[in-house]
């Protein structure tokens, strides 16, 4: 006998529905028809990724601020080189895209 695979958002939308706790896992499982082990299994695995879910958000979060940091260093750097450029422009006395 083959495995019936569900998908995710299937899945989710039945353990959603459990925690509303507005029918029972017996009720779900019944109308859904599916055993309510599996029902129960899907809600604890859901229950237990919760807390890594809001971790890598938070992880998400830092790494796109030190990407921000990152490239406003990197603007700084381009404003201070081009300053530079300016001043050598001027002091050597060369007219540098003529040539």
């Known amino acids: 006998m083959k495995r019936k695979h569900y998908s995710a958002a299937f899945k989710a939308k039945i353990v959603v529905e459990t925690l509303r706790e507005t029918k029972t896992v017996m009720q779900i499982a019944v109308q859904n028809g599916l055993h309510p082990n599996l029902v129960t299994k899907w809600k604890q695995a859901a229950l237990a990724g919760l807390p890594d879910l809001f971790e ?10 030190a990407q921000e940091e990152k490239i406003a260093e990197l603007y ?10 300016n001043w050598l422009k001027k002091k050597s006395g060369l007219d540098v895209e003529s040539l």
Do not use: C, H, N, P
């Open 56 to 65: 890598q958000q938070t992880d998400e979060q830092e790494k796109a601020a």
């Open 76 to 85: 700084q750097e381009i404003g201070r080189l081009t300053t530079q450029v």
